[in-house]
């Protein structure tokens, strides 16, 4: 499966986003989604992730409450919401998929990515 992340940007603290992954190659039904994000000399870190078919998520600590994590399989599609953005949410965001049943927080458990949309919030 091939994945492509967008929607990114520069927002101001406060502000919302919302970013889409498209799915190509074959049906996300089988696959659980995860969002995941890189700031500059970091490790790459869990945001959301979601489980066929979407019954379960997990989302970090830090953004819980203001970030939403949803998919539509019937469009191949996978979306973060992103509410009250701060400053230190700038990060470079990924799409990421694995064909599994249980739900998985380690991106080193994801074997598709897609490039990366970079989301920037300033003060």
């Known amino acids: 499966v091939q994945l492509q992340a967008s929607g990114g940007g520069l927002v101001q603290a406060g502000e919302s986003l919302r970013l889409s992954c498209t799915a190509s190659?074959?049906?996300?039904?089988?696959?659980?989604m995860g969002w995941f994000r890189q700031a500059p000399e970091k490790e790459r870190e869990l945001v959301a992730v979601?489980?066929?078919?979407?019954?379960?998520?997990e989302y970090a600590d830090d953004v819980k409450g203001r970030f939403t994590i949803s998919r539509d399989d019937a469009k191949n599609m996978v979306y973060l919401q992103m509410n009250s953005l701060k400053p230190e949410d700038t990060a470079v965001y990924y799409c990421?998929?694995?064909?599994?049943?249980?739900?998985?927080?380690?991106?080193?458990?994801?074997?598709?990515w897609g490039q990366g949309t970079l989301v920037t919030v300033s003060s």
């Open positions: 990421a998929a694995r064909y599994n049943v249980v739900l998985l927080t380690d991106p080193t458990d994801y074997n598709y």
């Open positions: 190659g074959r049906s996300i039904r089988q696959y659980i």
């Open positions: 979601i489980n066929r078919p979407g019954a379960r998520t």
